[in-house]
């Protein structure tokens, strides 16, 4: 991919520095162009439906795109492995993720309507065959539940869900055991967060193997990625109602 491509969408210095990022992932040039592309969908569709604060190319690409990106280091590039998205809004990380790994099945659940609608317009748009990428219009705590879900995948990941030990409940229990559930939370968060939400974590099934700051990114953000592995069986009563994770938050017992 060159720099024609965004020849007067973006200026020379940003499209320079996006692209230098991206090509730290390695990729190659039709996955480059179904971002450019799936990029173009969104920024039409959130015309008139809002699904992100700021459509923009080189806003979308150094928010969204280049921050679902740094998962990839995360994700071993196993022909069979599953990924479950889970709150995937307009496609961040899952939907890019799938258009970077081609031999990745993902999952992308969301419970807003007009998020799954998008969603299922853009796969469409970009030729992401349903027997690969999925859209799912469902909650996180009952899909949970079901048997054709639970304990299935390989990755879970969730952005912008919840505090930690929420989304960690709402993700775990979709995991395998071996499974690895990919957190992304900034720096602050991470110090806030991390320490109360172990223990939480453990009763769960799953333990923190590591955090990984990153490299501030072209909007000046230090992010991380926390990876947590499940190494047991999530009890049965997890995911619980949204109501009761609710209850129970304002409590403190969350």
């Given at each position: 991919?060159?720099?024609?491509?965004?020849d007067g969408?973006?200026?020379?210095?940003?499209?320079?520095?996006?692209?230098s990022?991206?090509?730290?992932?390695?990729?190659?040039?039709?996955?480059?162009?179904?971002?450019?592309?799936?990029?173009?969908?969104?920024?039409?569709?959130?015309?008139?439906?809002?699904?992100?604060?700021?459509?923009?190319?080189?806003?979308?690409?150094?928010?969204?795109?280049?921050?679902?990106?740094?998962?990839?280091?995360?994700i071993?590039?196993?022909?069979?492995?599953?990924?479950?998205?889970?709150?995937?809004?307009?496609?961040?990380?899952?939907?890019?993720?799938?258009?970077?790994?081609?031999?990745?099945?993902?999952?992308?659940?969301?419970?807003?309507?007009?998020?799954?609608?998008?969603?299922?317009?853009?796969?469409?748009?970009?030729?992401?065959?349903?027997?690969?990428?999925?859209?799912?219009?469902?909650?996180?705590?009952?899909?949970?539940?079901?048997?054709?879900?639970?304990?299935?995948f390989?990755?879970?990941?969730?952005?912008?869900?919840?505090?930690?030990?929420?989304?960690?409940?709402?993700?775990?229990?979709?995991?395998?055991?071996?499974?690895?559930?990919?957190?992304?939370?900034?720096?602050?968060?991470?110090?806030?967060e991390?320490?109360?939400?172990?223990?939480?974590?453990?009763?769960?099934?799953?333990?923190?193997?590591?955090?990984?700051?990153?490299?501030?990114?072209?909007?000046?953000?230090?992010?991380?990625?926390?990876?947590?592995?499940?190494?047991?069986?999530?009890?049965?009563?997890?995911?619980?109602?949204?109501?009761?994770?609710?209850?129970?938050?304002?409590?403190?017992r969350?």
């Amino acid at each position: 991919m060159t720099n024609g491509l965004l020849d007067g969408l973006l200026d020379a210095e940003d499209a320079a520095a996006i692209l230098s990022a991206m090509d730290q992932h390695e990729l190659n040039d039709d996955s480059k162009k179904q971002i450019l592309l799936f990029c173009d969908e969104l920024r039409a569709y959130n015309e008139h439906t809002n699904l992100v604060a700021n459509a923009n190319l080189d806003v979308v690409l150094k928010e969204h795109v280049l921050d679902s990106l740094t998962l990839l280091p995360s994700i071993k590039k196993d022909s069979d492995a599953k990924l479950i998205d889970i709150g995937s809004g307009a496609g961040f990380p899952g939907l890019i993720l799938a258009i970077a790994r081609p031999q990745l099945k993902v999952f992308l659940l969301e419970s807003i309507g007009k998020k799954c609608r998008f969603l299922e317009k853009a796969c469409e748009k970009l030729g992401l065959g349903s027997k690969r990428v999925h859209v799912v219009c469902d909650r996180a705590e009952v899909l949970g539940h079901s048997p054709e879900y639970r304990e299935r995948f390989t990755y879970a990941t969730a952005r912008a869900v919840a505090a930690l030990p929420i989304v960690a409940e709402l993700t775990l229990p979709f995991l395998k055991v071996g499974g690895i559930f990919l957190a992304q939370r900034s720096k602050r968060q991470v110090e806030q967060e991390q320490a109360d939400a172990e223990a939480y974590i453990s009763r769960l099934g799953g333990r923190v193997l590591r955090t990984d700051l990153l490299p501030e990114d072209l909007i000046g953000r230090q992010l991380s990625v926390t990876s947590i592995e499940k190494d047991r069986t999530t009890p049965r009563r997890f995911p619980r109602p949204a109501a009761q994770i609710q209850k129970d938050k304002k409590a403190g017992r969350v």
